[in-house]
């Protein structure tokens, strides 16, 4: 449970249906209040396709190894993917009696380290992206998900290197550190922001907050480096914004003022980086007018700039310097880099069908409690709610007798070289591999075992896999495994 759930107990969250304006320099984002139930109590690692060693948690600075049912739920908690980067995870993400969110996202291969950060913070990377309906649940990050650029910098645990920024002197003198901080409010004006080093700022805002009066509930989470050049604090409330301009090292002590002058109700702080996106779900009229049920984008890091595709639904993405929120409708990408924004078309279709969205369908198939994603259906005919569960490479291991076996193995790419180990034992069986309706592999009928390599290539990382039994011989029996490329 996390250090300051006690101070929520028993309450239902405020402001579900009130909207407002976030300011950011002229420009104003349409977005839903704060809310508690906005704000993810924790992270799960549902399910994880390929090489595990290529994603880490980091918890207080300490990497650890990440497995299916890893959970995040501290403000410093991180996900970091490590190149070769080859490897998948699909987070899902949760309230405190672990009620799902309606909201998830998918790590994919990227040449760079990337970083999730808990709970609604992503840095560099390839990230698939999505969010159900806000009238059908509550939802986690619905007030937004801030993407940032990724860094040369970053290294495998997602701490940065020496910054050009700050002089090798100047370093030794001030050690770079990570400096978490967490917003919490109410509808009556209260006001709590807090920053910390080490441990959890979210009880002192929290207490902050209530000692003006009334119940209070988190309203963002987030972090930033101190060797960082230039950050934007922004208080928001629903009847005005301030901002303040500051350096990672300094900007904290430039908050007083801002939070002294705060008026209105439902306030919250939020810390942004020039090249930060958020990316906000659309209200809800606005997915179903793209005859979309759910919100799926995809972002990207790029030498262009950070990269955003909406697959379903529509999107807001708000950015300094733009004189008003970007609406981001299905086919259509958002590219921001320097202060400015540019929508272009993608080709949805290929999105659809891509190796990044194979893999999300089966993760959404084998999930302990499956969910719903349409674009499955549209693109792939994958129904993953009702489909038979879709086996991953590396975790895939069949086994049986003379009945024999037919299944899907989701690979985590479209080419390259399959590891097979079989054993057969004594009466001979058969396993014939296909791709794209096409047999790249056949044993014929044999008996024994063998380790073997099999290239393969096409438009689809899905493959079928066929034992068949011996129909003579009913003791037969025979297993195998897949490896990944």
């Known amino acids: 449970m996390p250090p300051y759930q006690h101070l929520r107990e028993g309450r239902d969250p405020v402001w579900a249906s009130k909207v407002r304006a976030i300011i950011w320099g002229t420009a104003a984002l349409l977005v839903s209040a704060p809310a508690f139930a906005d704000v993810p109590e924790q992270t799960r690692v549902d399910d994880i396709l ?16 990440i497995q299916t049912g890893s959970i995040l739920q501290q403000v410093r908690d991180a996900l970091i993917t490590v190149p070769p980067n080859n490897a998948r995870a699909l987070l899902r993400f949760l309230a405190a009696d672990g009620t799902d969110l309606n909201f998830y996202v998918q790590t994919n291969p990227h040449p760079e380290a990337s970083i999730y950060y808990f709970p609604c913070q992503v840095q560099g990377g390839d990230y698939l992206i999505g969010w159900g309906l806000a009238g059908n649940a509550s939802r986690g990050c619905e007030n937004g998900l801030q993407v940032e650029r990724g860094r040369s910098g970053v290294t495998g645990w997602g701490k940065p290197a020496a910054p050009m920024a700050i002089a090798p002197k100047q370093l030794a003198q001030s050690p770079v550190r990570q400096v978490s901080y967490c917003s919490a409010g109410n509808a009556t004006g209260g006001l709590g922001f807090a920053t910390a080093t080490t441990g959890d700022p979210c009880i002192e805002a ?5 000692a003006a009066g009334g119940d209070c509930d988190i309203t963002a989470l987030g972090s930033w480096w101190t060797s960082e050049p230039e950050i934007e604090a922004a208080v928001i409330c629903d009847a005005a914004t301030q901002t303040v301009t500051g350096t990672g090292d300094d900007i904290a002590a430039l908050m007083p003022p801002l939070l002294a002058n705060a008026t209105g109700s439902g306030c919250s702080v939020q810390i942004y980086r020039p ?57 259509e990408r958002y590219t921001y880099a320097n202060s400015s924004g540019e929508v272009t078309t993608f080709d949805r279709a290929a999105a659809l069908t891509s190796v990044d969205m194979e893999v999300l369908c089966a993760f959404a198939t084998n999930s302990p409690d ?7 259906q549209e693109g792939l005919g994958i129904d993953t709610v009702n489909s038979p569960p879709i086996a991953f490479c590396n975790t895939e291991q069949a086994s049986g007798g003379q009945e024999g076996d037919r299944r899907i193995v989701q690979m985590s790419a479209r080419q390259g070289e399959i590891e ?25 009928f044999v008996s024994g075992n063998a380790a073997l390599t099999i290239p393969f290539s096409g438009q689809s990382g899905s493959l079928e896999v066929i034992l068949t039994g011996n129909s003579a011989i009913d003791t037969t029996e025979w297993d195998y495994l897949l490896r990944c490329p």
């Not at 958020?278 to 950070?306: F, H, K, M, Y």
């Not at 499956?370 to 499955?376: G, H, L, M, Q």
């Not at 097979?420 to 790249?440: F, S």
């Open 206 to 210: 929290v207490e902050q907050c209530q």
């Open 50 to 65: 390929g090489n595990s060693s290529e994603l880490r948690i980091r918890r207080s600075g300490r990497p650890e190894s």
């Open 370 to 376: 499956r969910f719903s994603v349409t674009a499955c």
């Open 420 to 444: 097979l180990e079989y054993e057969m034992y004594n009466a001979p069986d058969r396993l014939q591999i296909w791709q794209d309706g096409q047999e790249i592999f056949d044993t014929g």
């Open 275 to 331: 090249n930060d996106v958020v990316i906000v779900p659309a209200a809800d009229a606005v997915v179903t007018a793209q005859g979309s049920d759910e919100v799926l984008v995809q972002t990207r890091d790029t030498n262009e700039g950070v990269q955003v595709d909406v697959l379903k639904g529509a999107i807001n993405v708000q950015a300094t310097g733009l004189a008003e929120p970007a609406v981001v409708t299905q086919g």
